[in-house]
Every structure is written in C-alpha cells, then in structure tokens.
C-alpha cells in the first residue's frame, strides 16, 4: 500500500501563491504517476496537474488543466518522493480542497490501484 501525506494548503489573497507537498511512503516502488485534483464546493471533482514518475529513469511528463496552465508548476523530487504543486497568481476560483493520489502498477504481491492523500484546504480571497 502506499501512504499520501499532503502539507501546504491554507488562504492567500487573489494574485498570491500557496505551495502544496504530498510525499508517499510504503510501497512505492510501483508508483507511476502523482497528481493533484481539486473539488470546489458545489462543483465536480477536476484533475489540476499530474507527473510521471518513470521507475528507472529521472525523466518524465507532465500535464495541466487549461484553467491553471501558466500559473500553476507541478514537480518531483526523487530523493524524498515528494511532488509539490507551485501555485502563484491564484484566483478566487482556484478555492477548493485539494487532494493529491498516486497510481501504481500491479505487482506479484499487490493489486494495482490509486491512493489518495486525505485532502487539503485552499482558500482564495478577492
């Protein structure tokens, strides 16, 4: 199983930036792509952003919603097995609760699957 922890989230004003952090532990060996999806109340559930984490090589892709394309930066840090979500000229639309996952690959001992971090709060102010 995989374990998603998520830091970073709170209020900023309208043109402001947030960072948000998720870092996975456990079995992590078989993680493929890490992302971010956010769900404003009211609204549907949206994938932001998503990496590839390539199992052995440093190189990979990533990918963004229209609404956030040049302003928000997914990335990676293969040392901690984190991926942090830069998010600057936010908008009052950008509110919402973040919540980051992880798809893995099926193993000899373990299912393929998706985790998912517990969620965390983003407020935009005008």
């Known amino acids: 199983q995989v374990q998603l922890v998520e830091s970073g989230g709170g209020l900023a004003q309208a043109g402001g930036s947030l960072r948000l952090s998720c870092a996975a532990s456990g079995s992590i060996f078989s993680v493929n792509t890490m992302g971010w999806y956010r769900q404003a109340p009211g609204k549907q559930r949206e994938l932001v952003a998503s990496i590839t984490i390539p199992r052995f090589t440093s190189s990979g892709s990533t990918n963004y919603a229209d609404s956030v394309k040049g302003r928000f930066t997914i990335s990676r840090d293969n040392a901690e097995n984190t991926v942090t979500l830069q998010m600057n000229s936010l908008k009052p639309e950008d509110t919402g609760v973040y919540f980051c996952?992880?798809?893995?690959?099926?193993?000899?001992?373990?299912?393929?699957?998706?985790?998912w971090g517990q969620g965390t709060q983003v407020t935009v102010s005008s």
């Open positions: 996952y992880a798809d893995s690959d099926g193993t000899i001992v373990l299912p393929p699957g998706r985790a």
